[in-house]
């Protein structure tokens, strides 16, 4: 594919993601009337979450009808189509509906395996994080930087958890990062833990199990930012998840070490 093609994407994506946002800001103002289901343990999946996602996969079949798409609601259209748009509606959704600020609109396009599309929107910041494979990453235009840091003990790490991650491993993470003088958070939207790596926000990210749709957009800005990631779509990692692992130039090797210390 074209790099014109891709850049003719990557610019028609950031107003598709930002109007989004502001679509599923629409609904963030109006929870007490949300339909919502509960998909696992503390998992649940709200209208917003699937009315967003329609809007996104509509708008992309009108604008680029040869490409496939991968939402975390709907699942796969056309997946063997040379591009493949993988899309989270909203992430953070458990943060979504409780009325926290701390959730985004995730999408990342995927051609033969590279991630060559970034762009994650935050509405209740207003903070537009883009990243087009070759050509750096920003937010809200202004080019992104990643933390100097070189000791876990300098800064924070992005550390998440839910049911579909081993208490064992998550446990052990925790406690190399504290052995060594770091602190977490945990603000339940790995797209946006992963793309304040690619900020200099956090120094690193480590969840145990995701999904491509929670990882893939802030994956290409850590990368783009001169960060290292691990190979999150090795062994089907699009379809069936994998760990994530995100570091600032750095810290890789100490990300490594936590990595290792949970039983990578
Ligand atoms: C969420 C991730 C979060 C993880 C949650 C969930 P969702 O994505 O961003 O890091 O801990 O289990 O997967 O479900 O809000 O799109």
Redo the contacts with the bound molecule.
């Keep these: 594919m074209s790099d014109q093609s891709i850049h003719h994407r990557f610019q028609a994506a950031q107003v598709l993601v930002r109007d989004a946002g502001l679509y599923a800001l629409q609904w963030f103002r109006n929870l007490e009337s949300l339909h919502t289901e509960k998909k696992g343990p503390?998992?649940w999946v709200s209208e917003a979450?699937r009315e967003v996602e329609k809007m996104i996969q509509k708008r992309l079949k009108l604008m680029f009808p040869e490409d496939g798409f991968f939402g975390?609601e709907s699942g796969f259209q056309q997946k063997d189509s040379e591009g493949l748009w993988v899309v989270?509606p909203?992430?953070?959704?458990?943060?979504?509906l409780k009325g926290l600020p701390s959730?985004c609109v995730s999408i990342a396009y995927v051609v033969e395996k590279e991630i060559e599309i970034g762009l994650i929107y935050a509405p209740c910041t207003d903070e537009l994080f883009a990243a087009h494979r070759g050509n750096g990453a920003t937010l809200n235009g202004r080019p992104m930087r990643p933390s100097k840091a070189t000791l876990l003990s300098e800064g924070i790490v992005g550390l998440?958890?839910?049911?579909?991650?081993s208490i064992e491993a998550t446990q052990k993470a925790f406690a190399y990062l504290f052995e060594n003088g770091g602190v977490y958070h945990?603000i339940?939207?790995?797209?946006l833990?992963i793309a304040y790596v690619a900020a200099g926000r956090y120094l690193g990210c480590y969840?145990y199990q995701?999904?491509s749709?929670?990882c893939l957009a802030g994956i290409c800005m850590v990368r783009e930012t001169g960060g290292w990631t691990n190979d999150f779509l090795a062994k089907d990692g699009l379809h069936s998840g994998n760990p994530v692992l995100a570091a600032a130039p750095g810290i890789k090797e100490s990300m490594l070490n936590l990595f290792r210390a949970a039983g990578h």
């Design positions: 503390q998992d979450d975390e989270d909203i992430d953070g959704t458990s943060c979504f959730w998440g958890y839910s049911p579909k991650s945990d339940g939207s790995a797209a833990m969840e995701i999904n749709w929670d």
